[in-house]
């Protein structure tokens, strides 16, 4: 049966509902921005369509002039759940991804300046690429896994789940709180410090410890 349900998670791109996404949740990125620290989660909604996976290029939209990457660990909802307690949050944890948000910082400095939304700058057409799906089991402590970032060979990006302000029990709790998550539901949970833009003909390299890589050419629509 666990081996059944593993396999069905495997297709969380296919069969996912909804992508989730927890901004700011590291605290070398608070630290850098000078910022305080969230007291809840700052939680946002991406579409499905946004999904990538290896093989295909990410494609930057025209309307948009600053993109940038952030590298994440993602975690796969493996049952569904509402109004989970923080102890019990990790019961409906199916399993994990390596993942990139990637962010139209042109769109969401606008938005934030008139109180707008995140939705098109965060839910672009390629700007979820995941890795294939890690079981649960392969996975001891999820928050104490590296992170890396290359753009053209140069690393970017480097950093520890350690660092996450709320830790995947904290995110699981409070999203549940508010929306039921289901099997396949993908939970972003934040990206460390050095996010930055990138252009068409870069290629991004990504990592999680040593569970999964992901190589990604970029091209202009």
């Not at 672009?124 to 290359?150: C, G, N, Q, Y």
Request: with cysteine.
């Amino acid at each position: 049966m666990a081996c059944q349900r593993t396999q069905d998670l495997a297709n969380f791109v296919f069969e996912g509902k909804k992508i989730i996404g927890v901004a700011l949740n590291y605290m070398c990125a608070v630290k850098a921005r000078n910022v305080p620290v969230p007291t809840v989660p700052i939680v946002f909604i991406k579409p499905t369509t946004s999904y990538l996976r290896e093989g295909h290029p990410i494609v930057l939209p025209k309307v948009f002039t600053k993109v940038a990457y952030e590298v994440e660990l993602g975690v796969v909802i493996g049952t569904r759940c509402k109004n989970v307690s923080k102890e019990k949050a990790m019961e409906f944890v199916g399993g994990y991804c390596l993942a990139l948000d990637l962010t139209a910082q042109c769109n969401l400095t606008a938005a934030r300046a008139a109180g707008g939304s995140w939705t098109l700058g965060k839910g672009f057409d390629t700007a979820t690429p995941v890795s294939r799906f890690i079981p649960k089991d392969a996975i001891e402590d999820p928050h104490m896994l590296p992170l890396w970032l290359k753009v053209n060979g140069e690393i970017k990006q480097k950093g520890c789940t350690a660092d996450l302000v709320f830790k995947v029990p904290d995110i699981i709790s409070y999203v549940s709180k508010y929306m039921t998550l289901e099997p396949n539901d993908l939970l972003l949970t934040g990206t460390p410090h050095g996010s930055d833009a990138f252009q068409a003909g870069d290629l991004i390299e990504c990592g999680l410890a040593d569970l999964a890589t992901m190589k990604f050419n970029v091209c202009a629509e």
